[in-house]
């Protein structure tokens, strides 16, 4: 499970500059889309391979000060799912005055704490740490959140604390892993039982392992595949059904561990703003994606057409990847659901010839040349593959730093269709100079 880190501290402390610099790698992948959901709330950051989760706690907490700030209901909740905060301060102002009261509040959670003296850019780092140690949470880090001093070596240190993550079982991995993700009641749980089966449920619903994701092997025609699963599956299992609480962090969670993420939405309702909010961090985790449309049963066709053009409307950065139409409470559909999980895994850790990239890129500017930049034809010369899983396309030429979004666009929609790269985010890099 990837850690977890609140980014908690008064206003203008500069937490929010903190989440944009730390989740910048994963968000930089992402091409402009136009409609895509950015939440600033929650994100993924990256140092090196270990990826780690972000909450930024100032998105919620707009107005408060002081004690107030760790009050807020919000923000309790943010510590509690955290495994480590960070509670930031800034290095030019020095001790607050709540800053003492603050700390013994943190204290009372029993999370690890580091206090973060951010903005200590022009400052001595000695100096700009010194007054925070009465606050009594260990040595402070001096960091500059906007210039990116420190960021790094304080990852590394919070990283550090964590084990690396357990390899689960040889058995427990087989086949396309798979998450199955959405909003409260679109029918996750009733899809996941289709799946695999109540006995199975039964079997897997061990005490102790509510921290954890799950990982349930099953069998669909033949092939095996694992549902990977951090509390829905169990749900059903017990005899009384509590409502869970929607998390965004066990999302992501389950998501980085899987190959394929099933984004589940519920006919009946539509698309919603959550949902929109959950599709833009499918989006950014690169994973392949199958959507399902889930309670296609007992709707008229106005109904059903309504729902399509919802979609297409709400979420048309989702274009690439296949929409399936199902009932999983009567299981209609859910075969061809798993041809399509097939091909989206398959998509993704496709292998792309440089000749062939090359070939498609040269036809494409040869059709369409980019804009001019600087009073400069923007030069794309050749393109090679950079990574799988998500397929990761390197563009190598001049003044690449200038192609506008919407070229990118452009180049990716050939790509995909010389391909068939369907099902999976790809992802543009550009290389300048050769
Ligand atoms: P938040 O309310 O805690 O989320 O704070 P913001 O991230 O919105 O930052 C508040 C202000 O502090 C903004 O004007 C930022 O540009 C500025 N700021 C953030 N980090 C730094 C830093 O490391 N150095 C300096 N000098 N300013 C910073
Ligand atoms: P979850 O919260 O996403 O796990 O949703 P559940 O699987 O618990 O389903 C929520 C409700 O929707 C339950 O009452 C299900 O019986 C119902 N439901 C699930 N799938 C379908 C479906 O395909 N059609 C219809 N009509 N109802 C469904």
Do not use: C
């Not at 402390?13 to 903190?18: D, I, P, Q, R």
């Not at 993700?181 to 897997?204: D, M, W, Y």
């Not at 950065?317 to 061809?336: D, N, P, R, W």
């Amino acid at each position: 499970m990837l850690p977890v880190i609140a980014l908690v501290g008064r206003p203008n402390v500069g937490k929010s500059t903190l989440f944009n610099r730390l989740t910048r790698s994963r968000d930089a992948l992402v091409a402009d889309q136009p409609g895509l959901t950015r939440d600033r709330q929650y994100g993924v950051g990256q140092l090196g391979n270990r990826p780690y989760v972000v909450v930024d706690t100032g998105g919620i907490s707009g107005e408060r000060e002081g004690v107030e700030v760790l009050m807020d209901k919000q923000v309790r909740l943010a510590i509690e799912e955290a495994d480590h905060v960070f509670y930031l301060v800034d290095a030019r102002d020095g001790l607050a005055g709540a800053d003492e009261q603050i700390a013994a509040e943190l204290r009372k959670t029993g999370k690890p704490v580091t206090v973060v003296a951010n903005k200590s850019e022009s400052l001595d780092r000695d100096l700009a740490t010194a007054e925070f140690h009465a606050m009594g949470l260990g040595e402070p880090v001096a960091i500059s959140a906007a210039h990116g001093g420190g960021v790094k070596p304080l990852i590394n240190r919070v990283l550090d604390t964590f084990p690396p993550a357990e390899e689960s079982p040889e058995e427990a991995r087989a086949g396309v892993q798979i998450a199955v993700v959405g909003r409260p009641n679109v029918g996750k749980s009733t899809l996941i039982n289709r799946l695999i089966g109540e006995e199975r449920l039964v079997a897997f619903d061990k005490p102790g392992t509510t921290r954890d994701s799950i990982r349930v092997p099953f069998e669909h025609q033949g092939r095996t595949y694992t549902l990977i699963d951090t509390a829905g599956v169990r749900r059903r299992a017990r005899i009384s059904e509590a409502i869970e609480k929607f998390s965004i962090i066990k999302t992501l969670q389950t998501m980085e561990a899987a190959n394929v993420v099933l984004l589940v939405l519920d006919a009946h309702q539509g698309v919603s703003e959550q949902d929109a909010t959950l599709a833009g961090h499918v989006v950014q985790s690169g994973r392949a994606l199958v959507v399902v449309i889930n309670k296609w049963d007992g709707l008229q066709s106005d109904e059903r057409d309504r729902v399509k053009s919802e979609l297409e409307r709400k979420l048309p950065f989702l274009a690439f990847a296949e929409v399936m139409f199902i009932s999983a409470l009567h299981g209609t559909g859910v075969g061809h659901l798993m041809k399509a999980v097939d091909a989206a895994y398959r998509a993704s850790v496709s292998d792309l010839k440089t000749s062939d990239l090359t070939h498609i890129l040269e036809q494409a500017v040869m059709e369409h040349q980019p804009p001019m930049a600087r009073g400069r034809r923007i030069k794309l010369r050749y393109a090679h593959q950079g990574g799988k899983n998500p397929p990761i396309i390197v563009i190598h030429g001049n003044q690449t730093d200038a192609v506008p979004a919407s070229y990118q666009r452009y180049l990716m929609n050939r790509f995909r269709k010389a391909f068939k790269l369907w099902g999976t985010p790809v992802r543009i890099e550009f290389r300048t100079g050769d």
